[in-house]
């Protein structure tokens, strides 16, 4: 008891994951989602988009995204099943599983960007 | 006036049910609820009611109260589901009713609408609600000078009156009882953003345990029913972004303490 949690540690990587869905998945969702494809704006080529994501700081931004999301998503869904299913002594291994799932997708995301 | 006209403006007031929570462990050990008509009247609030069934129906009506204008505290008390102050809800707010008053949610029932506060009074002592200051001015040094920007940074914290609707509305607390709580962890808030208090660390110890703030997963219904806008849930969120913080500069920086 009365012990400082470790929770910041997820809590942070929640904040940034939320944040930073908010700012640029909307954008990118009417984009790639609804503007291209209803040929509201002028699609990009294959090969426009290839040179773009040739450059290795352009992954890493994609790389930021995508698993800083997953965190948020991890820390959210824990905290579902905590809660709405009321498992408090499953606590542990929700957890693992939740943020498990956000690591091994970073993990995936930064091998496909790596090699892609 | 007449007999009859009497009569006649008494039929004429409208009127309400109360459905109230009744636990007596002396005389039954499950509660059960007793339905009371009361008068209708526009300036009438729940507490009304509650003394008017008290002084004219039923005298063994237990509930607290005591200063009726909302400073107290001690009127809280579930109204339809929903954590109110009695003297602070109007009857004609609930018509045509029946209004179901139960004793405040989450906690022990000690006699019809008396809950047990020693698990508040506990948590509230915990977390250290009073100036820590041990190099703090004499007397004859004078007073602490603070703008009024420093003083709105924490005075909204100051308003609590410990009435604890926050906790009987707060989905956490009732499945994790050891959780401090709302009013609490908003109360050491406003001791921690207050100039003349140097107890910031000493209460993070328990602020930022499993028991305090990362319980908390923002539902927001401490600040919906606070009756003195206090909102406990903006000062958790607040404290958070502070407790990290200072966490990962513990881990990054654990020579700069």
């Known amino acids: 008891m009365d012990k400082r949690s470790n929770e910041p540690f997820w809590w942070a990587l929640f904040g940034a994951g939320g944040v930073v869905a908010a700012l640029t998945v909307p954008v990118l969702l009417l984009l790639t989602g609804i503007a291209f494809p209803l040929g509201w704006l002028p699609a990009p080529t294959h090969d426009s988009l290839y040179a773009l994501f040739s450059h290795l700081l352009v992954r890493l931004a994609i790389l930021v995204i995508v698993s800083l999301s997953a965190f948020h998503w991890a820390h959210r869904f824990r905290f579902t099943l905590y809660d709405g299913l009321q498992i408090k002594h499953l606590n542990a291994p929700v957890a693992f599983i939740c943020y498990g799932s956000a690591i091994a997708f970073t993990v995936f995301a930064a091998v496909s960007l790596y090699t892609f | ?257």
């Open chain 2, 1 to 257: 006036m007449t007999e009859t006209d009497i009569n006649t403006t008494i039929e004429e007031v409208a009127t309400i049910e109360l459905e109230v929570f009744r636990y007596r462990p002396e005389k039954a050990s499950a509660p059960s609820f007793d339905t009371f008509t009361v008068p209708l009247h526009d300036e009438w609030v729940l507490l009304d009611a509650l003394n008017h069934i008290k002084d004219e129906i039923d005298g063994s009506l237990s509930y607290r109260w005591s200063c009726r204008m909302g400073v107290c505290g001690s009127c809280g008390m579930m109204a339809n589901g929903e954590a109110v102050l009695t003297c602070a809800a109007f009857l004609k707010d609930y018509a045509p009713g029946p209004i179901r008053i139960e004793p405040l949610a989450n906690f022990p029932v000690a006699r019809d609408l008396i809950v047990g506060m020693d698990d508040f009074m506990e948590k509230l002592n915990r977390v250290k609600p009073w100036v820590i200051n041990e190099n703090g001015k004499s007397v004859e040094e004078g007073e602490y000078l603070q703008t009024p920007e420093e003083l709105d940074d924490y005075v909204q914290y100051t308003m609590c009156i410990n009435c604890m609707l926050c906790y009987s509305a707060c989905p956490i607390y009732g499945m994790e009882p050891s959780f401090i709580g709302p009013a609490a962890l908003a109360l050491a808030q406003r001791y921690n953003l207050d100039l003349r208090d140097h107890g910031n660390e000493e209460r993070m110890d328990i602020l930022s345990s499993d028991e305090g703030i990362w319980q908390c997963t923002f539902v927001g219904e401490c600040s919906e029913v606070c009756p003195k806008h206090v909102d406990p849930a903006g000062a958790i969120q607040r404290y958070k972004v502070e407790a990290t913080n200072n966490w990962w500069k513990s881990k990054l920086m654990p020579w700069s303490n």
